[in-house]
């Protein structure tokens, strides 16, 4: 009995390795070098065990070819491929974006499945079309008053809690303001994140951004998650943005408010839509209530953390490095000056050094490490022998590239020069991808920038940052945290300036 025991368990043991192996010839098979896959994990063991960040994995796995154009790879057990060659990433994000629209992370439409950022094909370009207006400079424009009175409360509230304790925890203090900004820019929401109760908000963002196990559901069987009806996301989240919607949608009576945010562009469009279709026989596609959940959620949950990561490295870099510090607050001292201490959008380009300490940061800190597209079908890179097969996902790590010696000199030291402008030129248009690049790059570009230079101006005409004695001079990235985010608390001390 025993023996029949042991030989059956020997058989399903073997049955599955050979199940969870079956593909890792495909690279081999195709002449491509890659790092040797373990069964099951392929070659994401250990960030799909939460040791490790995945944007610490493809970094590493770019560092070892340094000699090829692309290097394959298996994340769980399908195959992808990893872009290092710059000529080639811009065939995929700009010259044939035709060829790679999708990102490849597909889940239910019931389960906010239909927002920009994870919207496929015909969906996603109906979506972008529709919301690209919501981002124009105009209505950027229209949102300053609310920037700006969101960054001057935050001012307040420093100077308020650092009268007790300078030293500060600068993440969790960061995201109070992009939340509210957000939350103000988007809903036409007042919540107190500085003083009020966060809980609600922190719960969702710790449901949002803690990976679950069913982004390596999705990369083992890609597609599965769609068919059997599942979300990435836990429910909670779905419930929390259709209350947000129809709380406001009621509150405003299904007509736009005066306060110009985007939930008044979305009612605007609606509107728009409902008279096109009575004056006229030619259909409309409608937006539906889901739809507008789900770009809810994609414009919070992709607006405010970014955001805040951003502008925490920058603010911990700006406390390693003093000198970088005072150049940046004489620019903004003198920006101020001339305007009569007003921010507006217009005159934000005459801060060129912030826009070079701004990219600096994005540049070692890339929120999003690394790119995703998927082919839409069979296809050979021009002048290459690269091929790739149809639903191949393709990454771009951005980290990798943005920490490549052969870009920028020295690319473990924070230096802003890396963006003065003679530097830039000389450098391949796909060096810097904080942002993506193409028609399907970040959305919220233009807000973000602005959202960041905004409050870095108030903090750094207010505050001096300066190391305290629980600042740490190393960390890692966040294993736990979907983007990048510090695994350490990022201590420093906000010292009120003299003489203001
Ligand atoms: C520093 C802040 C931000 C960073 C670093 C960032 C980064 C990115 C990146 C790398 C992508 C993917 C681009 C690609 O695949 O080529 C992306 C997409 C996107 N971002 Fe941002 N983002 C930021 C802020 C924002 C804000 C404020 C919004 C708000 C509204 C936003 C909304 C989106 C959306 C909706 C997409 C998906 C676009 C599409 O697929 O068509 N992001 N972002
Ligand atoms: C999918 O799941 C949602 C709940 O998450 C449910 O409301 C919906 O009816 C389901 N749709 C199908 C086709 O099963
Ligand atoms: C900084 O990056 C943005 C895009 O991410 C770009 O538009 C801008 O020109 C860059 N500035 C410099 C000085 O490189
Ligand atoms: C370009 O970068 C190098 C190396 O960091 C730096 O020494 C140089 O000053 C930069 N060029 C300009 C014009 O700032």
């Known amino acids: 009995m025993a023996l029949i025991e042991s030989v059956a368990f020997a058989v399903v043991i073997g049955a599955l390795y050979f199940y969870f192996t079956r593909t890792f010839n495909y690279w081999k098979a195709r002449n491509v070098q890659g790092p040797k896959p373990v069964p099951f994990f392929g070659n994401i063991f250990e960030s799909a065990l939460r040791y490790v960040h995945p944007g610490i994995i493809t970094k590493r796995v770019y560092d070892s070819y340094p000699t090829e154009k692309v290097v394959g790879m298996f994340r769980m057990t399908t195959p992808c491929l990893l872009i290092r ?30 927002n920009l950022f994870h919207a496929n094909g015909e969906t996603w370009r109906k979506l972008r079309s529709r919301f690209t207006p919501m981002f124009t400079n105009q209505k950027l424009k229209n949102m300053m008053h609310l ?57 969702i963002d710790k449901a949002i951004f803690t990976p679950t196990f069913a982004i390596e559901f999705d990369m083992m069987y890609p597609g599965l998650l769609k068919k059997m009806n599942m979300s990435l996301f836990p429910k909670d989240i779905k419930k929390f943005f259709k209350n947000l919607v ?36 030619a259909k409309v596609e409608e937006l539906t209530n889901g739809e507008i959940e789900a770009q809810a959620f994609a414009f919070y949950a992709a607006g405010y953390d970014t955001s805040a990561s951003t502008l925490c490295f920058m603010l911990y870099q700006l406390a390693l490095e003093p000198e970088i510090q005072d150049r940046l607050r004489n620019e903004i001292d003198t920006y101020l000056h001339r305007h009569g201490d007003q921010i507006e959008l217009d005159t934000l380009n005459e801060l060129p050094y912030l826009d070079q300490v701004l990219n600096e940061t994005l540049r070692m800190y890339p929120i999003d490490d690394t790119l995703l597209r998927k082919a839409q079908h069979h296809y050979k890179f ?28 020295k690319p473990e030291i924070f230096n802003p020069e890396n963006f003065a402008r003679e530097n830039v030129t000389g450098r391949h248009p796909c060096s810097f991808l904080p942002f993506g690049l193409g028609p399907r790059n970040c959305i919220g570009i233009r807000f973000a920038q602005t959202q960041i230079r905004v409050c870095a101006i108030r903090l750094l005409s207010k505050f001096r940052i300066e190391v305290s004695k629980n600042t740490v001079r ?27």
């Open 246 to 281: 129809e709380t406001i949608m009621t509150q405003r009576n299904g007509v736009p408010s005066t306060r110009k945010d985007f939930m008044d562009l979305i009612l605007e469009y609606k509107n728009k839509n409902a008279l096109a279709t009575i004056n006229s026989d």
């Open 382 to 409: 021009p002048g290459t022998n690269v091929e790739v097969s149809q639903g191949q996902i393709l990454l771009i790590p951005a980290l990798g590239i943005h920490h490549d010696e052969k870009y920028y000199p």
């Open 147 to 203: 920037i700006n009175d969101r960054a001057d409360k935050f001012i307040d509230y420093i100077s308020e809690i650092t009268l007790k304790n300078p030293e500060q925890d600068i993440y969790p203090l960061v995201k109070k303001y992009t939340m509210s900004t957000m939350a103000a820019c988007f809903f036409g929401l007042d919540i107190d994140t500085l003083r009020g109760d966060t809980q609600t908000v922190m719960r």
């Open 474 to 500: 190393s960390f890692c990235f966040d294993p736990y945290r979907i983007n990048i985010a510090p695994n350490k608390k990022l201590y420093v001390n906000f010292c009120p300036r003299m003489n203001l």
């Open 85 to 114: 060659d710059l000529d080639i990433v811009k065939h995929v994000l700009i010259k044939d974006f035709d060829s790679f629209v999708d990102r490849g992370i597909e889940f239910s439409d019931e389960g906010l499945g239909t």
